[in-house]
């Protein structure tokens, strides 16, 4: 997995300015969900040379689920059977941004699928701001119904090219929560990389509990990366966090980027931090690349 983190790092200085995409028009025509603007125009388009990607659906209970997955195209110097990656969606779905993460998974040499978990519920890049996002669509998904698509999507992925035996999860903001939730629900994921997810809030019947309530029962390994800046989850969370899992002498811990507000892997968004992106990124590859090899 070494060669993997080493690949991706020569691709994206290789790559240098040329995968920025000079963004025009509007966010809905180049794909990014409504609520999300404004779309910054250092947006980064992660091409798909190389890569197998695309909208698919895949069995889930009551529904053909929609997902974009994306895996390395076979090559000589490449194996068949890739170790899968969960890529969990933000607040606003499965939109360019999310896809975007999911293709630089496909070029570290993982199988990566985001499934649309909202999609029950509604559309989310169609809402046109943040309140009739969250009161529509986000308020009304269990987390129940997350799980069980989840480990659906992790099946269908080990049907699909994907190694499912060499299972990991990674989400940002919304899926981040999700993200430890997942690590305490299937005791066959092998790691998860939990981007400035809630850790702690108030139970209620769709949302039993929260990261903090099961700190003490993960049954993979979690990194978690956090902004000291992010409003939304305080210092004072992280560190009740961190020890909660230093207490059950679990390897997780969360790292925290000084500077770095909510968001700040979205280069889309005015939240965006470079430097705390660039090392974020790279201790998220390090993490799987230790743990999915």
Not at 2 to 12: C, F, G, H, K, P
Not at 74 to 98: D, I, M, S, T
Not at 138 to 159: E, H, N, W, Y
Request: aromatic letters at 10%; a neutral charge.
């Amino acid at each position: 997995m070494t060669d993997r983190l080493e690949e991706t790092e020569n691709w994206v200085r290789m790559s240098g300015v040329n995968r920025r995409a000079a963004l025009a028009g509007s966010a809905a025509a180049l794909g990014y969900a409504l609520a999300a603007q404004p779309v910054s125009a250092a947006a980064a388009r992660t091409p798909s040379q190389g890569l197998v990607e695309g909208m698919l659906t895949f069995p889930a209970g009551d529904i053909a689920m929609n997902a974009y997955r994306a895996r390395p195209a076979n090559r000589k110097n490449a194996p068949v059977v890739q170790p899968v990656v969960l890529v969990v969606q933000e607040v606003f779905g499965v939109h360019e941004w999310v896809k975007d993460i999911t293709r630089r998974f496909a070029h570290a040499g993982y199988y990566a699928i985001a499934p649309d978990l909202y999609q029950r519920q509604g559309d989310p890049t169609k809402a046109p701001d943040m309140k009739t996002l969250f009161e529509s669509i986000v308020s009304k998904v269990p987390d129940a119904q997350v799980m069980a698509d989840l480990d659906r999507a992790a099946a269908f992925a080990g049907t699909d090219g994907g190694d499912a035996k060499r299972l990991g999860i990674t989400g940002f903001c919304w899926g981040g929560r999700i993200t430890w939730l997942y690590a305490n629900h299937n005791p066959k994921l092998k790691a998860a990389v939990a981007w400035y997810g809630r850790l702690v809030g108030q139970p209620n019947p769709l949302q039993p509990k929260h990261p903090i309530d099961v700190a003490a029962a993960l049954k993979a390994p979690v990194l978690g990366l956090y902004g000291a800046l992010d409003k939304g989850i305080p210092v004072a969370d992280v560190e009740t966090m961190n020890t909660a899992l230093k207490a059950a002498k679990d390897p997780s811990f969360i790292r925290l980027f000084e500077g770095a507000d909510h968001g700040f892997l979205a280069d889309y968004r005015p939240s965006f931090n470079e430097a705390a992106a660039t090392e974020g990124w790279a201790d998220a590859l390090k993490w799987f690349g230790t743990y999915l090899a």
